[in-house]
């Protein structure tokens, strides 16, 4: 019997629990443990086959202490928490779920775009306070015929595209492993580097996960220094692939028109120096992925992830750490 351990995961585990007699699955027991003690992670973990988490950092060290450990999946795109290369050398699978909020973060990306072009929140806290003035504020002008620009192109991106030919917006995408001709058949022009698409783009969206060396600080004050003054930057991926210092002085003097962001550096202690920010800035609480249906949609492939490697004795599906060597004969 392989055991699965749940740990920090929100809600309980009737719904995996009724999954698994669906499928038949017979030799998967899960275990739901919260415990927010810093420092007992790894200790809950000696006798786990697979794990789930959230947001527990999942380290080469943690690893080392489970020795049973055979698969760690994140009900989420991004596995920043996760060390590949430590799971990798240790023959430990890493999964994702990805896809599983593309539509909700499509559109929620799409609503910060209408949001800050329209001024609907900055409209809102106007006439709150007591102010009804339609002038007020930066100037609005018509979008059809400018620049979406999207860095990186995934499923979410893709799910986007219906939504801003709508909008009559022109779509430029930087993603390095796409092709020119690949791009064109979704009606895309390629921009050859990520400068390039700043210094077109009227909107720039952030779709790329958070890789460190990579993605970190992919945002920062000369990328945005790049940006038209009469650009918006949209943050729906990770909070640290912008500089937020530098974010924070982009909208404060002027190098950009404004920013809708959906994620911070600091969600741990929930953080940020663009809360103090008024009025060129949108800001939502990591929400854009969230709905009922991406909730369910998160634990059924984070599960099927689970049984793929336990049950069927296979490489998972969305296996991150594509160069994992397992041992099957050892299960």
């Known amino acids: 019997m392989a055991k699965v351990i749940y740990f920090n995961i929100d809600d309980n585990l009737d719904y995996e629990n009724k999954l698994l007699r669906e499928w038949n699955i017979k030799d998967i027991e899960l275990a739901e443990i919260k415990d927010k003690s810093p420092g007992k992670f790894a200790g ?18 943690v690893i080392e202490q489970c020795p049973k ?53 900055y409209y809102d806290k ?29 499923q979410i991106p893709k799910a986007m595209l219906p939504m801003l030919k709508a909008l009559e917006l022109e779509v430029l995408v930087y993603a390095p492993t796409k ?3 690949y791009l064109a058949g979704y009606g895309c022009e390629k921009a050859e580097t990520l400068d390039d698409l700043l210094e077109k783009s009227d909107f720039v969206s952030l779709h ?8 970190y600080h992919l945002i920062g004050e ?10 918006f930057l949209l943050n729906t991926a990770r909070g640290a692939v912008v500089d937020e210092q530098a974010l924070i002085k982009a909208l404060t003097e002027g190098w950009i028109k404004g920013a809708g962001i959906d994620v911070i550096e600091d969600e741990t202690n929930e953080q940020s120096g663009l809360f103090k920010l008024n009025g060129n800035v949108v800001i939502t609480p990591h929400a854009a992925f969230m ?8 634990r059924r492939i984070a599960l099927e992830q689970l049984v793929q490697r336990l049950h069927d004795k296979k490489l998972p599906s969305n296996l991150v ?7 099957f004969s050892k299960d």
């Not at 809950?44 to 060290?61: I, K, M, N, S, W």
């Not at 596995?79 to 699978?93: E, I, Q, R, S």
């Not at 106007?126 to 995934?154: C, E, H, Q």
């Not at 790329?208 to 993605?215: A, F, N, R, S, W």
């Open 208 to 215: 790329c996960p958070l890789i460190k060396g990579v993605t």
């Open 291 to 298: 709905s009922e249906d991406s909730f369910y949609a998160a």
């Open 44 to 61: 809950y973990l000696a006798d786990a086959d697979g794990l789930v988490v959230e947001y527990e950092q999942v380290t080469r060290e």
């Open 69 to 121: 450990l055979k698969c760690v999946s994140v009900q989420s795109i991004g596995y920043n928490n996760l060390d590949v290369k430590g799971a990798t050398d240790l023959g430990v699978c890493l999964t994702n779920a990805p896809g599983f909020c593309a539509p909700e973060v499509a559109l929620h990306t799409i609503g910060l775009l209408i949001d800050l072009v329209r001024k609907i929140t």
């Open 321 to 327: 750490n594509k160069d994992v060597k397992v041992d």
């Open 179 to 181: 092709t020119k001709e």
């Open 126 to 154: 106007s006439v709150r306070a007591g102010k009804w003035d339609p002038l007020a504020g930066y100037k609005t002008g018509r979008i059809s015929g400018m620049t979406f620009g999207m860095v990186f192109f995934g």
């Open 222 to 231: 000369p990328q945005l220094r790049k940006m038209k003054k009469t650009a």
